[in-house]
């Protein structure tokens, strides 16, 4: 029996559970963050925040998205919960790499600026 229709709903479930709920901690402390990078104009931080946000959601969902293509077929429970759980792992990695990546940039970025 091929499980990979169940395993996709799993997997978008589960992915997009950790995408919001990263997404909306990053939101919240990345205004904190912004805010004390420039702290003499709050509206173009909070616009700054916004774009990244819809960066980070828009990027996370086509690169979900685009993992489906690369699973083989699943035709055991072993096999559906090993590639849920590899794939989930994946977004996790990639969710901590476009983290620091940002804050890189971002402060290299404020430092030119003053």
Do not use: Q
């Amino acid at each position: 029996m091929n499980l990979n229709l169940i395993a996709y709903c799993i997997y978008f479930f589960i992915t997009a559970i950790i995408i919001i709920k990263v997404g909306s901690i990053c939101y919240i402390n990345g205004k904190t963050f912004i805010i004390n990078l420039i702290p003499e104009d709050v509206e173009f931080c909070s616009r700054v925040n916004n774009l990244l946000l819809m960066g980070y959601y828009l990027l996370n969902i086509g690169y979900t998205i685009l993992t489906l293509s690369k699973w083989d077929t699943i035709n055991t429970s072993a096999e559906l919960i090993e590639a849920i759980s590899f794939n989930t792992a994946k977004i996790i990695c990639m969710l901590a790499i476009l983290h620091y990546f940002n804050l890189f940039w971002l402060t290299k970025f404020i430092k030119k600026i003053k």
